[in-house]
C-alpha cells in the first residue's frame, strides 16, 4: 500500500469514437455554438429510488456519481429528516462534516490533477493524484471504503469515529498539508499558468447568475453564494471557516478558488476532529409520515439538491436528485462560444464535469453533415500545444 | 494455432493495451481505473497502457450499465477492437447491473450486449462496487495467465 | 444592514400579493406556495427578477389525476427554500414554460417533459434531453400508469 515509484508516464486518454456529449461547432478556430446531449449515462435513478425503502435509498444515491458519494446521500436524508422532524445527534453531524469535508479534499485534488492534465502539466496529475491517496486511506479508515461510504443514514451516521481513527486522519492531513501549499504556490505564481488561464473560460457573473450556475463555477465568478454558510447543516455552523471567491470567473480564478477551498477543508477538518462531541450517532426513526422535505448540501461541485415526497409508506413517493453540474454544465455554452478550439477542454474541464462525460467531446464544423474536425484526443492536444508555445515565448 | 496467431497472444499477454469504454456508469470505476496510472498503483509496469482507439486495444474495460443509449455503441466497439481481444466487466454494474437491474434505461447486461455480436466473445468480470484497484490488477493478470 | 428572514418573507409576501392560492410554511426557512398555472410564468419572474432569488431546480411529478410542477427557488441571504407549485389535469398536460423569464430552468424543464410528460408552453428548445434517441415516443417513465419498460 505505500509504493513511493514515481513514474511521470503522461497517460493519454482513452477517446469515445462517436461524440456524444459535447459537440461545438466553430467556424475557423473559434467556437460559435455548442450542444450537450446527456442521454448516454442517463440511468433513472429517480425511478430505482422510488422502488426501495428509506433505508436502501442511500445506498442507491451514493452511486449517482462516484466522485459526489458523500454529498447526495447526506441531502437525501437531511431532506427525510426534515420530514420526519428528526433531531440528529451532536456527534454525527461532525462525523456528517468530517466525511464530507474529506471528500471534497479528494474531489478538488482530482480535478486539479485532470486540469494539469489537459493543459499538458502531466506531473501535475501525478502528484495531485499521489496525494488524494493519503484522503482515500482516511475515508476507507473511517468508513470501511474509498468510495461510497455508505455511512450517512436517516438520523445519523452508520458507523462512529474511534480515537485512533481521528488521530489516522490527523496524521493524513499532516501528510497532505505541505503538498497542497505547494500546489497553491505553484498555481497562483507560475507564469505560464497565469498565462494560459487568465481570461479563458470567462463565466460573467450576470450569465452565471442566470443560469444558476453553482459551487465554485459560481463563486470564481463573484456569486458568492453556498450552502453550507447560507443554510447551515452538519456541523458547519459550529466551526469557523471562509467562503472563497473570485471576481474574474476565468478558469484561473476557478482553480483558486478549488485549491483555496481545500486549505479550508482541512481547517474545517481539524477543528471537527478537535471537537467532536461525546454522544450517540444514530437517533432512532420508526417511520417516515407524510410530508415533503428538502435537502441540500454543498457538494465539491456546487449544490446537490433533494426533494422528497412521502406518503406515509416504506419509502420515497418522488425524490428528485438535482447534481450540481446539472445546472453547471450549461454555462459551458456561455463560457465556450468565442473561444478558441484550443481552449476548450480546459473551459469545460473547469466546471469539473463528470470526467466520463468530459471525454465525450468533439469538435463539429458542420452543423447538417455534422462532419467531425476533432475529437477529444485532438482538442488535448491542441491545448498541450497552446501551453508549449505560451513556455516558448517567456 | 498459427505462427501469427501464437504471436498476437503472446504480445496481449506481455503488454496488453486496455481501452476505456464508459456505457453508463457514475464514475466510481472509470476514476479507480485511472487511479492504475498514478504512483501508488502504476500498472504501466505490468505493460498495461491505456490505448487510444479500440483498434489498438487487446482489453476492453467496460464500465456502467449499459444503458439503452449506450448499446449500439458498444457493440460498435467491440466490432473495431483488434481481435483477438478480453472483455473485461469491471464493477457491478457491468457485470450484472447492480441495483440498476430495474432502471428503466438499463439495455445490459454487458456480457449479454457482447454475445449478441461474438457468442465466442471472451469475457472476465471484476465485481466490486468499485473494485478497489488491487482487485483489477489481480483480475487482469489471473485472466492473462488463464488464456 | 442585511435582512433577517423575517423581513424576506415579509418582502416576499408583499411581492406576492393575491396571487398564491395556498402559502404553507412547515419550517421556518421552507416556504411552499400554490400558484394557479396561468399565474406561473410572472410568478417566477417576480421571484427570479423582483424578489432576487436564485433557481435551484424543479420536480415534476404524476399524482393520480394531475400532474405536478414545483419549481425550487432560493433566496441565499437566509437560507430559505421556496417551492412554487402548480397542477394540471392529465388531460391537458400543458403548463407555461418559465425559460423565456428564468433562463436556468431550460434543461429542467426538457428532463420534466422526457420523463414525466409535461408540456411547457413557450420553451425555447424542446428538444428531447435525456432519454435514448429511439426511446419511443409518448411513454413517460415517471408516469404512475405506464410500465417502467419500453
Known amino acids: 500500500m505505500t509504493h513511493k515509484t514515481l513514474i511521470p508516464i503522461g497517460p493519454y486518454h482513452p477517446l469515445q469514437e462517436e461524440a456524444e456529449f459535447f459537440q461545438l461547432y466553430c467556424e475557423g478556430e473559434t467556437v460559435v455554438d455548442m450542444d450537450a446531449r446527456i442521454s448516454y449515462n442517463h440511468r433513472g435513478i429517480e425511478g430505482v429510488s422510488m422502488n426501495r425503502t428509506w433505508d436502501q435509498v442511500p445506498y442507491v444515491v451514493e452511486r449517482v456519481c462516484g466522485i459526489c458519494s458523500a454529498s447526495h446521500p447526506l441531502a437525501y436524508v437531511q431532506a427525510v429528516e426534515e420530514i420526519a422532524e428528526v433531531e440528529v445527534p451532536e456527534r454525527a453531524l461532525y462525523v456528517r462534516t468530517i466525511i464530507n469535508e474529506l471528500e471534497r479534499i479528494h474531489s478538488h485534488l482530482l480535478w486539479f490533477g485532470l486540469a494539469g492534465h489537459f493543459i499538458g502539466y502531466n506531473t501535475v496529475f501525478m502528484w495531485a493524484w499521489r496525494y488524494r491517496e493519503p484522503c482515500l486511506d482516511a475515508l ?22 474511534t480515537p485512533e481513527m481521528v488521530k489516522f486522519v490527523g496524521e493524513r492531513l499532516d501528510e497532505i498539508e505541505g503538498p497542497l501549499d505547494m500546489f497553491i504556490t505553484t498555481a497562483l505564481e507560475d507564469p505560464i499558468l497565469s498565462l494560459r488561464l487568465k481570461d479563458v473560460g470567462v463565466l460573467t457573473e450576470q450569465d ?187 | 494455432m498459427s505462427v501469427l496467431d501464437k504471436v498476437k497472444l503472446w504480445g496481449l499477454k506481455k503488454s496488453p493495451w486496455v481501452y476505456h469504454v464508459n456505457t453508463g456508469a457514475c464514475n466510481n470505476c472509470d476514476i479507480e481505473v485511472l487511479e492504475l496510472l498514478t504512483p501508488r498503483f502504476d500498472v504501466e509496469r505490468l505493460g498495461v497502457l491505456l490505448a487510444c482507439s479500440p483498434r489498438h486495444a487487446d482489453a476492453l474495460l467496460v464500465t456502467g450499465i449499459c444503458t439503452r443509449q449506450a448499446r449500439p455503441r458498444l457493440q460498435e466497439i467491440y466490432r473495431q477492437t483488434a481481435k483477438p481481444c478480453l472483455v473485461v466487466c469491471l464493477g457491478a454494474c457491468a457485470c450484472t447491473a447492480g441495483i440498476f437491474h430495474d432502471a428503466w434505461h438499463f439495455a445490459g447486461p454487458v456480457d449479454e450486449v457482447i454475445r449478441e455480436v461474438d457468442p465466442d466473445a471472451k469475457i472476465i468480470y471484476i465485481p466490486g462496487c468499485p473494485p478497489k484497484p488491487e482487485a483489477m490488477i489481480a483480475g487482469i493478470a489471473k485472466a492473462l495467465q488463464d488464456l | 444592514m442585511a435582512e433577517d428572514l423575517e423581513q424576506t418573507i415579509q418582502r416576499l409576501k408583499e411581492l406576492a400579493g393575491d396571487v398564491p392560492l395556498g402559502w404553507d410554511r412547515p419550517r421556518p426557512k421552507r416556504v411552499y406556495i ?97 432519454l435514448a434517441d429511439d426511446w419511443p415516443d409518448g411513454v413517460y417513465p415517471l408516469r404512475r400508469d405506464k410500465k417502467n419498460d419500453a
Open chain 1, 208 to 394: 452565471a447568475r442566470a443560469l444558476g450556475a453553482c459551487g465554485p463555477t459560481a463563486r470564481a465568478s463573484n456569486v458568492p453564494i453556498d450552502v453550507r454558510r447560507d443554510d447551515p447543516y452538519a456541523a458547519y455552523d459550529r466551526v469557523d471557516w471562509d467562503v472563497m471567491t473570485c471576481q474574474n470567473g476565468d478558469v484561473f480564478d476557478k482553480v483558486v478558488v478549488r485549491l483555496l477551498e481545500t486549505k479550508e477543508a482541512i481547517r474545517i477538518l481539524r477543528q471537527a476532529l478537535r471537537d467532536l462531541p461525546e454522544g450517540p450517532v444514530q437517533a432512532s426513526v420508526k417511520e417516515v409520515p407524510p410530508g415533503e422535505g428538502v435537502g441540500h448540501v454543498e457538494a465539491p461541485r456546487g449544490e446537490t439538491f433533494h426533494f422528497v415526497k412521502s406518503n406515509g409508506g416504506a419509502g420515497p413517493e418522488r425524490h428528485k436528485i438535482r447534481a450540481p453540474s446539472f445546472n453547471n454544465v450549461p454555462t459551458f455554452r456561455a463560457s465556450c462560444i468565442g473561444q478558441p478550439i484550443a481552449d476548450v477542454t480546459i473551459t469545460l474541464a473547469s466546471i469539473d464535469p463528470c470526467y466520463s462525460c468530459t471525454e465525450r467531446m468533439a469538435v463539429v464544423a458542420d452543423r447538417d453533415t455534422g462532419e467531425e474536425l476533432m475529437n477529444f484526443a485532438d482538442l488535448v492536444k491542441l491545448s498541450r500545444q497552446k501551453t508549449e508555445e505560451i513556455r516558448k515565448q517567456l
Open chain 3, 34 to 130: 400554490a400558484v394557479d398555472k396561468k399565474d406561473a410564468r410572472e410568478f417566477a419572474r417576480m421571484l427570479f427578477e423582483d424578489f432576487g432569488a436564485r433557481f435551484a431546480t424543479a420536480t415534476g411529478t404524476d399524482i393520480g389525476e394531475e400532474l405536478e410542477v414545483v419549481y425550487h427557488f432560493e433566496c441565499d441571504a437566509v437560507g430559505l427554500v421556496i417551492n412554487m407549485r402548480e397542477r394540471t389535469p392529465k388531460g391537458d398536460p400543458v403548463v407555461p414554460s418559465i425559460t423565456p423569464v428564468v433562463p436556468a430552468a431550460d434543461w429542467i424543464e426538457r428532463e420534466m417533459n422526457d420523463l414525466v410528460g409535461i408540456v411547457f408552453d413557450g420553451h425555447p428548445d424542446p428538444r428531447r434531453l435525456i
Open chain 1, 140 to 161: 476507507e479508515v473511517v468508513t470501511g471504503s474509498r468510495i461510497n461510504y455508505a455511512n450517512h443514514t436517516v438520523g445519523g451516521s452508520r458507523k462512529d469515529l
